[in-house]
């Protein structure tokens, strides 16, 4: 680069700053002018009305009733006269948007009006809104010689970008009440930074506390009425919790009295949220929410409100940092912004949470890397997790066979020992004889325990995961809701007004899969009634239970089921012949006797005992 050059852009540099400097000048002289004659005007509006109540009243105070009537701002004269004019400024709006979030801010409170959240969509695939116009109401109340609330004001716009914008509602000359709004790039994060300027001689010392109100509609976003209900509640977190506490599911409404520090609370829908931040923490404060009814013609699913304390400490220039999410309820978005928002997604309790945590979303991610098809990553997971499994699923099966093989000897035994006060040396030598197999009666149930807590976490998994959210396979639309092949005249209890062949289809693969391994129980009265509870009871349960949940569950527990009747018929032709099992079961029991292990030793003690007792009893009588 040579002289000339950086002459040249050195002096372009100073001329756009130049530039810049004096239309901000210009800009606040106008707002100022716009000022002066609001003021103006309120003072003729008020000589006006005072010569002649009764027959004047102004355009500005005929708006339209908005959604939340409750909350909106009404005529009322102020002390300061500042004050009294912004309660009747026109309203204007103003738009932040980024590539995933569109919001639309209103000065009327320099708040929210309404937020779509992009490349979503409604079940009716009408934009998504976390916030619809009108539906959503937030103000900072306080008192500065008289009761005030944010909500009730007009701010003038003093500065605007881009990606932000600052209003402020002037009380005097030098007091005033700012909101400095940020919506950086690809974030689902809107920063809002609330100053008080100037109103240390307004707002008593002793205050400590300022309250923030929020109220918000929060609209239907999915298809099944039920299963978005159960998913949505209030949540909140204490800080450096580990987990985030909620106000219950499940439920028609909840509220509760937080008397401790609150990080952030959330009024969380299925599968969105809108979360309020405080970066120094909320002081405490009231949360609640109620459901409204199915079918409630504004389209909304709960009304949430939030009454919270935010810190304030006296001084010329005082800061309130919040910050807002709008967004999906996406594990590892959420878990991206490092603020604990992934503990709202409701993966289950203890080890249950842990195994959907660590293992099954990120074995989801990983197959969701190579496919976009979540009917065959859902084939896939299920294959995973019968492979990984597999080793304790064959253990178990042959623990159950050799049980199956040494049953004459058993019922020799229960044969021998009749009577119930025989029912300790028949244990005894019932436990004798396992060990000298070395066949472990709790072999088969072990197994079992273990992939439990597999079948419950995916229980948990699937209607909450954000990945199957209108996600279509087969005849189902959406794999996070219910599949419908057919819509009935009416609702039948628990069960509902229509058919899902995926909840059909897993009842009928538990049926036939309970019929498989019904030769596997041991017979006898108590048997007979679980095989019946198997067979029928539990496919029928399951039928109902699930007709309403994701079609994602039914469809995996179709085919865990499939795939483990085909894995029980590999098993027993290729790995359980019971002719060989018995074979080595004589060979272990020919061998010469092992040491009694501690569990015989106790149970042949016991059991001395008790014959000691039962002989001085005898001799009593």
């Known amino acids: ?147 005030l609330s944010s909500a009730n004001f007009g701010f ?88 985030a506490e909620n106000l219950g599911r499940r439920r028609d409404s909840g509220s509760e009295q937080l008397r401790t520090k609150v990080n952030w609370f959330s009024f969380q829908q299925q599968f969105f949220s809108a979360i309020l931040v405080a970066k120094d923490n909320f002081g405490g404060g009231d949360l609640g929410f109620t459901m409204y009814p199915d079918g409630d013609p504004s389209g909304n699913l709960m009304r949430c409100t939030a009454n919270m304390l935010v810190p304030y400490s006296a001084g010329q220039d005082v800061s309130i940092p919040l910050e807002f999410y709008f967004g999906p309820n996406q594990y590892r978005t959420l878990k991206s912004y490092d603020k604990g928002f992934e503990q709202l997604v409701p993966l289950g309790w203890s080890i249950i949470g842990w195994v959907n945590r660590y293992i099954v979303i990120n074995v989801f991610n990983l197959l969701n890397k190579h496919t976009s098809n979540y009917g065959l990553i859902i084939l896939l997971l299920t294959l995973f997790i019968k492979i990984v499994i597999s080793p304790l699923t064959i253990k178990s099966y042959m623990s159950s066979a050799k049980m199956r093989v040494l049953k004459p000897e058993v019922d020799k035994i229960n044969a021998k020992y009749p009577n119930q006060s025989d029912a300790m040396k028949k244990q005894q030598e019932t436990m004798a004889l396992y060990k000298k197999c070395g066949v472990s009666p709790f072999g088969g149930c072990l197994p079992m325990l273990l992939q439990f807590p597999v079948l419950i976490a995916l229980f948990y998994f699937f209607p909450v995961s954000f990945e199957l959210r209108q996600e279509s396979f087969l005849w189902a639309e959406d794999l996070s809701a219910y599949d419908s092949i057919l819509n009935l005249p009416f609702k039948i209890p628990l069960y509902g007004d229509h058919v899902s062949l995926f909840a059909l289809l897993m009842a009928t693969s538990m049926f036939f899969y309970s019929r498989m391994n019904a030769d596997q129980m041991n017979a006898g009265p108590q048997m007979a009634g679980m095989k019946v509870m198997m067979q029928w009871f539990m496919p029928i349960m399951m039928l109902v239970i699930c007709n309403n949940f994701s079609s994602g569950l039914s469809y995996y527990y179709m085919l865990s089921n499939v795939l483990t009747m085909l894995q029980t018929w590999v098993i027993r032709k290729y790995f359980v012949d019971e002719a060989k099992i018995l074979a080595k079961l004589n060979e272990r029991s020919a061998a010469p006797p092992k040491k009694k292990s501690k569990f015989q030793e106790r149970l042949e003690a016991a059991y001395k005992e008790q014959q000691r007792q039962q002989q001085q009893q005898k001799k009593k009588r």
């Open 1 to 147: 680069m040579n002289k000339n050059t950086a002459i040249a852009i050195v002096l372009i540099g100073v001329i756009l700053i130049g530039f810049s400097w004096y239309n901000s000048k210009i800009y606040r002289e106008q707002e100022r002018e716009k000022f002066v004659k609001d003021s103006i005007a309120l003072a003729e509006f008020e000589r006006a009305r005072a010569e002649n109540p009764e027959s004047f009243v102004p355009d500005s105070l005929k708006k339209p009733a908005a959604s939340i009537d409750t909350y909106l701002p009404q005529p009322v004269t102020y002390r300061d006269s500042m004050l009294s004019a912004a309660s009747v400024m026109e309203e204007e709006i103003t738009i932040l948007e980024n590539n995933l979030i569109r919001i639309n801010l209103s000065n009327i409170g320099a708040q929210p009006k309404s937020i779509m959240v992009k490349n979503y969509y409604t079940y009716d695939s009408l934009a998504l809104m976390i916030i619809k116009d009108g539906g959503s109401n937030l103000s900072l109340d306080l008192y500065a010689n008289e009761q």
């Open 156 to 243: 003038i716009k003093s500065y605007s970008s881009d990606n932000s914008v600052s209003y402020r509602l002037y009380m005097d000359q030098t007091s005033y009440i700012e909101y400095n709004y940020i919506l950086p790039e690809d974030s689902y994060m809107l920063d809002l930074n609330i100053r008080m300027v100037g109103m240390n001689s307004r707002i008593p010392r002793n205050v400590t506390m300022l309250d923030l109100s929020w109220t918000l509609d929060v609209p239907r976003q999915e298809k099944g009425y039920q299963n978005e209900k159960n998913y949505s509640t209030v949540s909140y977190m204490f800080p450096n919790s580990g987990s």
